[in-house]
């Protein structure tokens, strides 16, 4: 279970994206990968050599990084997240295409593509390959994805349809469940959308897609589950004052986030919100914070950090830290 949520700077038009990771267990960190690196896909063993440095979360795994979240150098931004009963995995290769573990697809689209243009432009020589035919066995894997870069166009990319589906979002809010349209019918019980968000002619940047009336409407539900936490992101998202700056709209995010965010409660639930994390896409800068940390690391994909040859795994403290006053 995870959710994912945009802000976008008034001002300096910044485009914040932020997610909670929910998980069994804290298992990404951040971490900066460069350009030229040689990883193989746990599919086929084929090697690849990525395009474009960025910085994330995940960690090393064999022959390969996995990244859960990140931004690379020409600022696309794009998060995975777990995708319930939705996935439709291929189980025989077509010839000529790129084949992955669903896994490693938001770490090839951030090494290789410079935009949502870009991913789209490209998306159909891409499988998600079910583990038939793989040489590690991973199981049925079910996730998707956001991406969103500096114009401030913001879409969903779900492998339910082979090529795999990509579809623009201009709400800006994702969580867990399948079929994207039913969740946005089901959130007009709470919110009015506006007529160009009917029409789908809603401009970039635009930072609202309902009219702020919600007399006679549901009260949002308070559970977490995927629908729930779609709900209350997106009706408290569409109340929340616009940010004027990347500052602002991180501080959004977080209090956004604090609304959806798991706690932790192994008698009751397997996963919580074991970290949380927004980049932005004009400064490149990566944001994140773990479960039992009070304050947010800030790491950003400046020239220097590009040029540097080899991965970088940063080490963060996920623990109660706390700053006395005398």
């Not at 995870?2 to 951040?30: E, K, N, Y």
Request: charged residues 20%.
């Amino acid at each position: 279970m995870c959710t994912s949520i945009l802000q976008i700077g008034q001002i300096d038009h910044a485009h914040v994206l932020a997610r909670t990771m929910d998980w069994p267990q804290l298992g990404a960190r951040p971490l900066f990968c460069p350009r030229h690196y040689h990883w193989h896909s746990v599919f086929d063993d084929r090697e690849y050599i990525t395009k474009y440095a960025l910085v994330g979360s995940g960690g090393q795994h064999g022959r390969r990084i996995d990244t859960s979240d990140g931004v690379n150098e020409f600022g696309l931004a794009v998060q995975k997240l777990t995708f319930t009963n939705g996935s439709q995995l291929v189980e025989e290769p077509t010839a000529g295409w790129i084949h992955l573990a669903p896994f490693e697809l938001s770490f090839y689209l951030l090494s290789n593509y410079r935009s949502v243009q870009d991913i789209i432009d490209h998306i159909d020589e891409i499988e998600l390959m079910a583990d038939k035919h793989s040489l590690l066995k991973y199981g049925h894997s079910e996730l998707h994805f956001a991406a969103c870069d500096p114009t401030g166009r913001i879409v969903a990319i779900e492998p339910v349809t082979h090529p795999i589906e990509v579809i623009e979002n201009p709400l800006g809010v994702l969580t867990n469940s399948n079929h994207f349209e039913r969740q946005l019918r089901q959130l007009e019980k709470y919110v009015n959308f506006t007529e160009a968000f009917k029409h789908r002619t809603v401009p970039l940047n635009t930072p609202r897609v309902t009219t702020g009336n919600v007399s006679g409407k549901a009260i949002p539900p308070g559970s977490y589950s995927p629908g729930s936490r779609f709900i209350r992101a997106a009706y408290l998202k569409e109340r929340i004052d616009l940010p004027e700056n990347e500052i602002e709209a991180f501080d959004n995010c977080w209090h956004l986030l604090d609304s959806v965010n798991v706690p932790k409660s192994a008698a009751h639930q397997p996963t919580y919100s074991v970290y949380r994390a927004a980049v932005c896409c004009e400064s490149r800068n990566y944001y994140y914070q773990p479960y039992h940390a009070k304050s947010v690391v800030k790491i950003q994909l400046t020239d220097e950090l590009i040029r540097q040859a080899e991965p970088i795994f940063f080490q963060i403290n996920d623990r109660v830290d706390f700053r006395e006053i005398n």
